[in-house]
């Protein structure tokens, strides 16, 4: 059984900057992709990063140039650095992980999720 926790969320002013992390048990994480999602009040969760298991990293167009995903194998940790963020950025944002980055792309694959990290845009 995966347990994903979030954290790093937080209320910040348009422009600013945050940084997200999620610590991954119970899961292979050094062969797993893994990738964060968000979820804005009244929308379906998306996919705004990816990062596979040899470091690749892909960003949903969104948030390309201004989101950078990152890993810690050995912390089995994956962390999304947010800069220039907008009000549009205001979600709950949450990880996940498997073994075929593939499946990270539809998130009603997963059964199970953490708590998720608010992330708050506004002046």
């Known amino acids: 059984q995966v347990h994903l926790v979030e954290s790093g969320g937080g209320l910040v002013q348009p422009g600013g900057s945050l940084r997200l992390s999620c610590a991954v048990s119970?899961?292979?994480?050094?062969?797993?992709?893994m990738g964060w999602y968000r979820q804005a009040p009244g929308r379906q969760r998306e996919l705004v990063a990816l990062i596979t298991s040899n470091g690749s990293p892909n960003y949903a167009d969104s948030v390309k140039g201004r989101f950078t995903i990152s890993r810690d194998i050995a912390k089995n940790t994956v962390y999304l650095q947010m800069n220039s963020l907008k009000p549009e950025d205001t979600a709950v944002y949450y990880c996940?992980?498997?073994?075929?980055?593939?499946?990270?792309?539809?998130?009603?694959?997963?059964?199970?999720w953490g708590q998720g990290t608010q992330v708050t845009v506004s002046s």
């Open positions: 119970g899961s292979p994480s050094s062969i797993n992709a």
């Open positions: 996940n992980t498997d073994l075929r980055p593939q499946r990270l792309c539809f998130p009603s694959y997963f059964d199970s």
